[in-house]
């Protein structure tokens, strides 16, 4: 999972890029200190896994993970080529979910590039320059569907998709927020559109501003993010930037002092499964304890293909018990099995979240 972190300059990308994945990105103050994009692992933390390693004492773990992608600051003009322009367009185009800090905070020592705090206007540039870039798409695809009309009919229901597309982005709406039949959204997906990524709006806030749930700049994006079914997250880029350098049990405490429940990582972490819409299943034994992400609704022989195509491929049944009770079993298999936790399933079983899997495959 590729996560593209975007915002207009200065308004805390790198800084929150490099306190989430400890990449070392630079961060300055004045624009495009950012030029080409800047790549971090992030461990997806799972309880679970610690638990099964220990109960296994398994030689090895493998936890899932998130890629985070920090791109380059925008500035409005950048479908014209202004800025990074193209460049920054791009690298969005490869990721799978578009993560949009917004400066929620003020502070006159860190240059805005507009001037003046304002999220909604900054959400509006952003969204502005992806619209034009995608609208530019779809008129190249209108023109030769067009041309191609009186030679070829069955093209007329894709240009009929084309044209209702054009009418909705030029109204200054994001593809993300179109309703959409199963063939229209599928078509739209083919695409690729830029704005109809999912999008999470990460609001920054001063660190003074953490835990103030009234923030007017906040409660207007969380306002605007409704009308695409985005999520939103409130961090401090500053704090998380402090957390980074703490151990583990330091952060805990560092947390418990500011009256923070989770931290900015774990928050974006669970809104991108959530925007998403996956699952991790796991598997477990004395060899490894592995956390595996799938799309919600997979069934059985296609999440056995994201260990190996064979697994797919050969694919006999999936005996199946959920975590819970493999841990009331003290992961004991045998005694599990006298339960009749474990359950045998076929190929239209639809894995859930917590279900620890051992696949049955012919080679």
């Known amino acids: 999972m590729k996560l593209g972190i975007v915002g207009l300059p200065n308004v805390g990308k790198s800084t929150l890029f490099n306190a989430i994945t400890k990449a070392g990105a630079e961060a300055a103050n004045y624009p495009f200190c950012t030029i080409e994009p800047n790549i971090g692992v992030v461990t997806v933390p799972d309880q679970r896994i610690?638990?099964?390693?220990?109960?296994?004492?398994?030689?090895?773990?493998?936890?899932?993970?998130?890629?985070?992608?920090?791109i380059a600051g925008l500035v409005k003009g950048a479908s014209k080529g202004e800025g990074l322009?193209?460049?920054?367009?791009?690298?969005?185009?490869?990721?799978?979910?578009?993560?949009h800090v917004v400066r929620c905070f003020d502070n006159d020592n860190i240059i805005h590039v507009e001037?003046?705090?304002?999220?909604?206007?900054?959400?509006?540039a952003i969204n502005t320059e992806l619209l034009l870039s995608d609208l530019e798409i779809l008129e190249r695809i209108k023109s030769r569907f067009t041309k191609n009309l009186k030679g070829d009919k069955s093209i007329k229901r894709e240009l009929d998709m084309i044209e209702k597309l054009i009418d909705f982005l030029s109204a200054g709406n994001s593809a993300r927020a179109m309703e959409l039949d199963e063939e229209f959204e599928s078509y739209?997906?083919?695409?690729?559109?830029?704005?109809?990524?999912?999008?999470?709006?990460?609001?920054?806030?001063?660190?003074?501003?953490?835990?103030?749930?009234?923030?007017?700049?906040?409660?207007?994006?969380?306002?605007?993010?409704?009308?695409?079914?985005?999520?939103?997250?409130?961090?401090?880029?500053?704090?998380?930037?402090?957390?980074?350098?703490?151990?583990?049990?330091?952060?805990?405490?560092?947390?418990?002092?500011?009256?923070?429940?989770?931290?900015?990582l774990d928050k974006l972490i669970k809104a991108s499964y959530t925007l998403l819409d996956l699952i991790s299943y796991l598997t477990a034994?004395?060899?490894?304890?592995?956390?595996?992400?799938?799309?919600?609704?997979?069934?059985?022989?296609?999440?056995?293909?994201?260990?190996?195509?064979?697994?797919?491929?050969?694919?006999?049944?999936?005996?199946?018990?959920?975590?819970?009770?493999?841990?009331?079993?003290?992961?004991?298999?045998?005694?599990?099995?006298?339960?009749?936790?474990?359950?045998?399933?076929?190929?239209?079983?639809?894995?859930?979240?917590g279900d620890v899997i051992h696949f049955l495959f012919n080679v």
């Open 85 to 99: 322009g193209n460049k920054f367009l791009g690298h969005i185009r490869e990721v799978a979910a578009i993560v």
């Open 188 to 264: 739209v997906e083919s695409l690729n559109l830029l704005s109809s990524k999912p999008i999470i709006y990460v609001a920054n806030v001063s660190e003074d501003e953490v835990s103030n749930k009234d923030n007017p700049y906040v409660l207007a994006v969380s306002e605007f993010a409704k009308t695409e079914n985005a999520e939103v997250v409130v961090v401090c880029a500053e704090i998380e930037a402090q957390m980074a350098e703490l151990e583990d049990e330091e952060r805990e405490l560092f947390l418990e002092e500011l009256g923070i429940e989770e931290s900015g």
């Open 50 to 70: 610690s638990v099964l390693h220990d109960i296994y004492n398994s030689k090895k773990t493998t936890y899932t993970s998130i890629e985070f992608c920090d």
């Open 115 to 124: 001037g003046k705090t304002d999220p909604l206007d900054d959400i509006e």
């Open 285 to 353: 034994g004395e060899p490894e304890v592995r956390a595996w992400t799938v799309k919600r609704g997979t069934k059985a022989p296609q999440a056995a293909g994201k260990i190996h195509t064979d697994f797919e491929k050969g694919f006999i049944r999936a005996e199946t018990i959920k975590y819970n009770k493999l841990i009331e079993c003290d992961g004991n298999l045998g005694k599990a099995r006298e339960k009749g936790y474990i359950r045998s399933e076929g190929k239209e079983y639809v894995v859930q979240d």
